[in-house]
């Protein structure tokens, strides 16, 4: 009698089919609106050549240790062909310093592959010429520099936004 009732009143409401297949394509809608925004953001931070980049972490590539930075005021600020660095090196093992620079990009460089901003460009730091490539995703924001100086090269991973947050 039981299983009777179930069925009955089974038949009797309406199916949920139709409206969570409607809340899901909605809810999938949204996700790609949500995802292009982010991208097309992205794209806006890149083509403006106005943007900060705030490193997470750092590695000398060669023989480095990984580390975080948690330091608000080491960023790289690029505004159109200037270029402002205050980012921590470590060329020598367990002697990281900061370089500290205003210079102007030459040769600047950005194209976009599969969602991917590759960027690159070289400055002078003194009397020495060094070199800036960046790989930024529109897809999950991550950006990672090397900076390739006549010293050794380093690695940093990191975000960027909006130049006039600094």
């Known amino acids: 009698m039981l299983l009777f009732g179930v069925a009955a009143y089974a038949q009797d409401t309406p199916s949920a089919t139709p409206t969570a297949t409607g809340n899901h394509q909605s809810a999938k809608m949204r996700r790609e609106a949500r995802k292009a925004a982010f ?14 980049f705030r490193p997470i972490t750092m590695q000398n590539i ?10 608000y005021y080491l960023y790289v600020d690029v505004d159109g062909d200037r270029l402002t660095m205050h980012l921590p090196v470590e060329f020598t093992s367990f002697v990281i310093s900061t370089v500290n620079l205003d210079a102007y990009t030459e040769e600047y460089k950005a194209t976009l592959t599969d969602g991917n901003w590759r960027i690159t460009f070289s400055f002078m730091n003194g009397a020495e010429r060094w070199f800036a490539e960046y790989f930024i995703s529109t897809i999950t924001g991550q950006a990672r520099l090397a900076l390739v100086t006549p010293n050794g090269v380093m690695r940093y991973l990191g975000t960027i936004e909006k130049a006039s947050q600094h």
């Open 39 to 52: 991208s097309a953001n992205i794209s806006r931070l890149i083509e403006s050549r106005s943007y900060i």
């Open 62 to 71: 060669v023989s480095g240790n990984t580390h975080n930075i948690f330091a």
